[in-house]
């Protein structure tokens, strides 16, 4: 399955900043061919057993990745409160939301959420976010220990321009 011999790193982009990718490759010292960019342009909610790990997992495998790197805004936040309270304000969803408050509640490990609010607000910050894809992404039990797992947080000062973006 395994048909690159050199190593690669996977750059795992959070967010829909078309420049990343440009910015990435300029920025790093690594080989252009030695690259490999995964993006995922909405809210990522890494399951270990989900499709966005199995493509992941599959790219390591695939293209001897030696790195990963989650690539995120440092600043960037999510707003779901009107999805929210538009759900929580429909009362014939009253009996499924206790239905699934039940679950996440009583069926752990299936959801590590406490809640079902828990469960769709995420976490309140992009970095939240980045640090737990992390974790899942180190302790998966089908990456290798020698896989590197880490985090980039890009801040772009001029959203037209990448070359105004700074790593951090």
């Not at 992390?134 to 990448?162: G, M």
Request: aromatic share 8%.
């Amino acid at each position: 399955m395994n048909r690159d011999k050199k190593k690669k790193t996977l750059y795992f982009v959070i967010g829909s900043e078309s420049e990343w990718e440009g910015f990435i490759k300029k920025s790093t010292s690594i080989n252009r061919d030695e690259i490999i960019i995964l993006q995922n342009d909405g809210p990522v909610f890494l399951q270990p057993f989900g499709d966005l790990m199995r493509d992941i997992i599959i790219n390591v495998y695939q293209h001897n990745i030696e790195e990963i790197v989650v690539v995120s805004s440092k600043d960037s936040q999510k707003d779901s409160e009107d999805a929210l309270t538009k759900i929580y304000g429909q009362k014939e969803l009253q009996e499924k939301r206790t239905t699934l408050d039940y679950l996440l509640n009583h069926c752990q490990p299936e959801f590590p959420e406490q809640s079902l609010k828990e469960w769709l607000e995420g976490s309140n910050s992009l970095t939240d976010q980045v640090e737990k894809i992390v974790r899942t992404l180190r302790h998966h039990p089908l990456i290798a220990p020698d896989v590197k797992v880490s985090e980039l947080y890009l801040e772009q000062a001029n959203e037209n321009a990448a070359e105004e973006m700074s790593i951090f």
